[in-house]
């Protein structure tokens, strides 16, 4: 099994112009990502300016309620509100050594295009966000928040003006600039490196979390569950468990269920394809990739869940639209937390299997705070 | 030169050097106007005409082709009736599929390419390119198209190094796609410099060369084919016809007869009187 392999999975699908500046980076990445320098750099960033550790969090209300006791690693308290910063340092820690002198990233709603800005403004680098047009008008505070801290928001309008689009015209930027260039890929998808190098950057979630767990429990805990749109903050937290007998839940984006052909599952419901740059579960053609978070609304996965789910390491299955709605407001109401949308896949899973009394401890990983997504709950709620 | 390839598509670029080679997107903006559209570029002169089956996530396009690929597929193009269209036409000039690999893998069940280039072949298509394959992880499909006597042709960048065009360069079928400058498809004002660099690189390989990305008017034809290609290689110009043009069909064939008319004026005179 080469580097960037994952049982079949993973690899380079990239047109031939793209794969020597990958193997660059990925070079690049094999010689400073352990050194003990760049290490060192990273954690004191990690530490004074995106706020680590964070707090591993037992959750008493709800565990009463469901009969397990659920503990929740609090990423929603990072910088920015969400594990995206723990990635973005990580890779434009990496550009800024390897001498780029410009980062460039896709994103959909924003998230990741905001944390992209604020290492960029940290670091000093010129940094360009590529957004479909139909994203910028729908998230118009994100993208305000990106310009604020100096970055260029390119309105993508070709195609259907999505993220789909948006990460062509980024690759297409990245094709023409990689000399100076980094491309900030925002979760474990893409081709080699992105997939190992993000997880690497992000496994600092269960590195942190096993520890915590063990201090405060005594032992580890049963099961970790995750949310996965590309899969960053579920391998993430997985990574440091996985020689440990724990049981690992991937909550996809279910969408409108498991017999509508509106969903974003591909791990559940896909099947075996390549996309960006990657081998790996793509949704099947005639399904539209649909969830009411937009950080899960992708085709595909990272190549090393499909590995998981082809081994049996991890199960995943699609959480329903409604039910992660539930899951949203029940944490509000009973912990005072409001998650993310796409976090709120995590906590429904993690009820499930409470219910069930699968497991007696479940650590689940709360990958981000719920402010960006008052928009949609406003619009499914309603207060008398 | 290699006279006894039995490469429909290599035989092809030797006999009419140096060659025209079109792309169009299929479906777009319907498979009805694809037919039409090719049996144009293949009066016009065009000696191997690629036909795009279109992907939802095309990354190596550029706009253009791009949104032709959006038009192709908001007008519900799908797989079988690509291979039914191409089953109808009659062409002089052979036909290749260019589509991505999720498009191969997923035609058949288990991620097998071979039920794609079966059905491939039996549409009559002479040759595949696909974009997203690097050399390194195309045994499978390569297997499947010497099975059925397809070509599968490589392309070159001027990134790739030396290591890797040696291993290109064995493996390409038909011919060696040379993409001559960075970036995405498109079409662009002037030729890239880059093309004579690109092809010097190549000149050892037996193999014919085409260059492509970049290409829209005749004389750019002629300076490629004066750096030394066997064939010219040219899309988004003809996709944007496609787009813009009140008569297509007339404006294809008669783009086709440029192109084909400039790359044969690159053709270096053998001596003057
Ligand atoms: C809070 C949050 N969680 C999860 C995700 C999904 O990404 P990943 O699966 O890479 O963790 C996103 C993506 O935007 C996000 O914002």
Same mark, same amino acid.
């Given at each position: 099994m080469s580097e960037g392999e994952f049982e079949g999975y993973g690899g380079r699908h990239v047109p031939e112009p793209l794969f020597e500046p990958l193997a660059t980076l990925a070079a690049a990445y094999d010689e400073v990502g352990d050194s003990e320098a760049f290490q060192t750099e990273l954690r004191g960033y990690l530490e004074d300016f995106a706020g680590r550790p964070t707090p591993l969090y037992h959750a008493a209300n709800l565990s009463e309620r469901y009969g397990a006791e659920i503990y929740l690693k609090r990423e929603d308290l990072l910088h920015g509100g969400a594990h995206k910063i723990n990635n973005c340092l990580g890779q434009a820690l990496l550009a800024k050594r390897a001498g780029r002198e410009r980062l460039i990233a896709e994103t959909g709603a924003g998230q990741h295009g905001v944390a992209t800005a604020m290492v960029g403004a940290l670091l000093g680098l010129e940094t360009e966000i590529y957004m479909g047009e139909k994203d910028v008008a729908r998230q118009e505070m994100n993208v305000f928040r990106m310009r604020l801290m100096g970055a260029d928001v390119t309105e993508v309008t070709r195609g259907g003006a999505g993220l789909a689009d948006a990460v062509d015209a980024a690759l297409e930027d990245f094709a023409e600039n990689v000399d100076s260039?980094?491309?900030? $890929?925002?979760? $474990? $998808?893409?081709?080699?490196p992105f997939p190992r190098m993000v997880r690497d950057f992000q496994s600092v979630i269960g590195r942190e979390a096993r520890e915590q767990f063990r201090e405060r429990v005594g032992e580890l805990p049963d099961a970790a569950v995750a949310c996965v749109g590309g899969g960053s903050n579920a391998i993430g937290l997985f990574h440091a468990f996985r020689d440990d007998p724990v049981d690992f839940y991937g909550a996809e984006g279910g969408g409108e269920g498991s017999e509508s052909d509106r969903h974003a599952a591909p791990l559940a419901r896909g099947e075996d394809g390549t996309i960006h740059g990657m081998r790996t579960r793509v949704i099947d053609d005639d399904v539209e990739v649909h969830s009411v978070s937009a950080g899960l609304d992708y085709p595909g996965v990272g190549p090393e869940h499909a590995m998981f789910r082809a081994v049996g390491r991890c199960e995943y299955t699609g959480v329903t639209d409604e039910a992660a709605l539930a899951a949203f407001r029940e944490l509000a109401e009973t912990e005072g937390i409001i998650p993310a949308l796409e976090s709120s896949h995590a906590v429904a899973r993690a009820i499930e299997l409470a219910e069930e009394g699968a497991h007696d401890t479940i650590l689940v990983n709360l990958s981000g705070r719920g402010d960006k997504d008052m928009a949609t709950a406003a619009e499914k709620f309603s207060f008398q | 030169m290699n006279a006894g390839t039995d490469s429909e598509i290599e035989r092809t670029i030797r006999e009419n050097h140096p060659a025209l080679i079109a792309y169009i997107t299929a479906g777009d903006p319907s498979l009805e106007e694809t037919r039409e559209y090719v049996e144009a570029l293949d009066r016009g002169g065009a000696d191997l005409i690629e036909l795009g089956l279109p992907f939802s996530e095309p990354i190596a396009e550029g706009p253009t082709i791009q949104a032709a690929i959006n038009r192709s597929l908001e007008a519900g193009t799908t797989p079988g009736a690509f291979f039914d269209l191409v089953a109808g036409l009659e062409t002089e000039a052979p036909l290749l599929v260019m589509t991505y690999y999720n498009m191969i893998l997923q035609h058949g069940p288990d991620a097998d390419p071979e039920p794609f280039v079966s059905r491939a072949a039996e549409a009559g298509l002479a040759g595949i390119i696909v974009p997203d394959l690097p050399a390194e992880e195309s045994g499978p499909l390569r297997k499947a198209c010497e099975a059925h006597g397809l070509d599968l042709v490589f392309i070159v960048a001027p990134t790739t190094d030396d290591e890797r065009l040696d291993s290109i360069m064995e493996r390409t079928a038909g011919f060696a796609y040379v993409q001559a400058r960075l970036g995405t498809t498109g079409a662009r004002a002037d030729v890239s410099g880059a093309t004579h660099d690109s092809l010097a690189r190549l000149d050892e390989y037996p193999i014919p060369k085409a260059v492509g990305f970049g290409v829209s008017e005749g004389d750019h034809a002629a300076e490629i084919v004066s750096a030394g290609a066997d064939g010219v290689i040219v899309g988004s110009a003809l996709v944007d016809l496609i787009a813009e043009s009140e008569d297509p069909v007339a404006a294809l064939e008669s783009k086709a007869r440029e192109l084909k008319a400039g790359a044969e004026r690159g053709v270096p005179e053998p001596e003057q009187p």
């Open positions: 260039t980094h491309y900030l $890929v925002g979760s $474990v $998808v893409g081709p080699d | -």
